[in-house]
């Protein structure tokens, strides 16, 4: 938490429309002039690597599909406002009585749940790409890339530094020793 008075808040959304209801909120607030109360709209995602058609992809992954946390001083037409967005289904709410009324209230994050989600983002975010699979020898795998895709056989040798490793595969009836990256197998 970052100034007094601003807290951490979780809006529902709607799941896949998080990033477009993103960019409305924070055009919004710059429009109303309300920068001074709102400091971050995040979207908690990581990236993900895969292989599509022989190569490696990138794409983000959301951690928490459905949210939107907002760093925020709420003040009344504020919360209107947000609750109000397309695609917005509200905050994270409890029931309170106020002034003998009963209300719904946003809920802000505890500062640990607050420390652990921009935690496991600061993490991410300064992590390189990084793959956890991970491979012995004498584990059977398949090659899912380059010319001898879809062979299949056992490690011999694994170098983690370089992310390689040394498989043997049968080839015309002969083992015959292929050195790929870890991207080019996967465990059978």
């Given at each position: 938490?970052?100034?007094t008075?601003?807290?951490?808040?979780?809006?529902?959304?709607?799941?896949?429309q998080?990033?477009s209801?993103?960019?409305?909120?924070?055009?919004e607030?710059?429009?109303?002039?309300w920068?001074?109360y709102?400091?971050?709209?995040?979207?908690?995602?990581?990236?993900?690597?895969?292989i599509k058609n022989?190569?490696?992809?990138?794409?983000?992954?959301?951690?928490?599909?459905?949210?939107?946390i907002?760093?925020?001083?709420?003040?009344?037409?504020?919360?209107h406002?947000?609750?109000?967005?397309?695609?917005?289904?509200?905050?994270?709410?409890?029931?309170?009585?106020?002034?003998?009324?009963?209300?719904?209230?946003?809920?802000?994050?505890?500062?640990?749940?607050?420390?652990?989600?921009?935690?496991?983002?600061?993490?991410?975010?300064?992590?390189?790409?990084?793959?956890?699979?991970?491979?012995?020898?004498?584990?059977?795998?398949?090659?899912?890339?380059?010319p001898f895709?879809?062979?299949?056989?056992?490690?011999?040798?694994?170098?983690?530094?370089?992310?390689?490793?040394?498989?043997?595969?049968?080839?015309f009836?002969?083992?015959?020793?292929?050195?790929?990256?870890?991207?080019?197998?996967?465990?059978?």
């Amino acid at each position: 938490m970052s100034e007094t008075g601003k807290k951490w808040y979780v809006l529902r959304a709607v799941g896949g429309q998080e990033k477009s209801i993103k960019e409305y909120i924070e055009s919004e607030i710059a429009a109303r002039g309300w920068s001074n109360y709102v400091s971050q709209v995040l979207i908690p995602a990581e990236k993900v690597y895969q292989i599509k058609n022989g190569k490696k992809v990138s794409r983000e992954r959301t951690f928490f599909p459905g949210y939107i946390i907002i760093e925020a001083e709420l003040q009344g037409e504020m919360i209107h406002m947000l609750r109000n967005v397309t695609g917005v289904s509200g905050f994270l709410e409890e029931e309170r009585i106020v002034n003998g009324v009963r209300k719904k209230i946003p809920v802000p994050l505890r500062p640990a749940e607050v420390n652990r989600i921009l935690g496991k983002v600061d993490e991410l975010a300064a992590s390189e790409e990084e793959l956890e699979v991970a491979f012995y020898a004498g584990e059977a795998v398949k090659v899912i890339d380059g010319p001898f895709n879809s062979f299949s056989g056992i490690i011999e040798e694994v170098n983690e530094e370089q992310k390689k490793i040394k498989v043997m595969v049968k080839i015309f009836g002969r083992q015959t020793p292929l050195e790929l990256n870890f991207m080019q197998v996967e465990k059978v």
